[in-house]
């Protein structure tokens, strides 16, 4: 069975530095993606970010960038310059090559304050 | 386009009550899935459906049943509500199979509450 292990149940930021947030995940198979997702208050689910595992280049998007260690099974988010709309619930999930179901870790809460 | 659609958005129901809630994917979108989410448990799978045929269902009781339209709309159903189905689900479209690394898009939700 495949798992999401998100250890960090909450975090805090101030405004405009970086964070770091953990995802480690369980498989056994070789060719799967991962997203990561966020969830402000509205409940709206938004991708964030995803990486193809046969990718070795780390996956970026403008503030966010993530560092995918493959044989370590590691897939954490680095947000830079975080902003107040950062606020949110951050999922990290996960869906293998082929499948049609995402397995979604417990999420983090981050709290960029001002 | 216009993003993924959820009716109704709130909904309140007693126990032993059955409940059915609407998804509307994405134009061209083929692909329909559910979520469950709970502070408990968190955001586990329901089903998926591709092209009117479930092709996947995750660990939830018989209670929990679904469906897809020819043109790609979903319901889904619980019936004899219980206590613990209170939660907000989640419907994602994507335009392929989910498993080639689509992003899913989401809908706002249906918030259940069941007492």
């Known amino acids: 069975a495949q798992t999401v292990t998100q250890s960090q149940p909450e975090m805090s930021v101030q405004e405009a530095e970086t964070v770091t947030l953990s995802c480690t995940y369980d498989t056994s198979e070789n060719n799967y993606y991962l997203f990561w997702y966020k969830q402000p208050p509205s409940r709206q689910m938004i991708l964030v970010i995803r990486?193809?595992?046969?990718?070795?280049q780390n996956a970026t998007e403008n503030r966010f960038s993530v560092n995918f260690q493959k044989a370590a099974k590691s897939f954490s988010l680095k947000i830079s310059d975080s902003q107040l709309g950062d606020t949110a619930m951050y999922f990290c999930?996960?869906?293998?090559?082929?499948?049609?179901?995402?397995?979604f870790g417990a999420g983090t809460i981050l709290r960029v304050k001002s | 386009k216009a993003g993924v659609t959820q009716t109704p958005r709130y909904l309140i129901k007693t126990r032993g009550q059955q409940v059915t809630l609407s998804c509307s994917p994405i134009?061209?979108?083929?692909?329909v899935s559910w979520y469950q989410q709970t502070p408990g448990q968190g955001l586990q799978f329901l089903f998926e459906y591709f092209s009117e045929t479930q092709r996947n269902k995750g660990n939830f009781p018989g209670r929990f049943s679904g469906r897809q339209f020819s043109n790609s709309r979903s319901e889904m159903n619980v019936s004899t509500l219980e206590l613990g189905d209170s939660a907000l689900y989640l419907c994602?479209?994507?335009?392929?199979?989910?498993?080639?690394?689509?992003?899913?898009?989401f809908g706002p939700g249906t918030r259940l509450t069941v007492t």
């Open positions: 990486q193809e595992a046969y990718k070795q």
């Open positions: 134009s061209g979108h083929r692909s």
């Open positions: 999930a996960f869906i293998l090559e082929y499948g049609n179901k995402l397995v």
């Open positions: 994602a479209s994507s335009p392929r199979d989910p498993g080639v690394g689509d992003e899913q898009y």
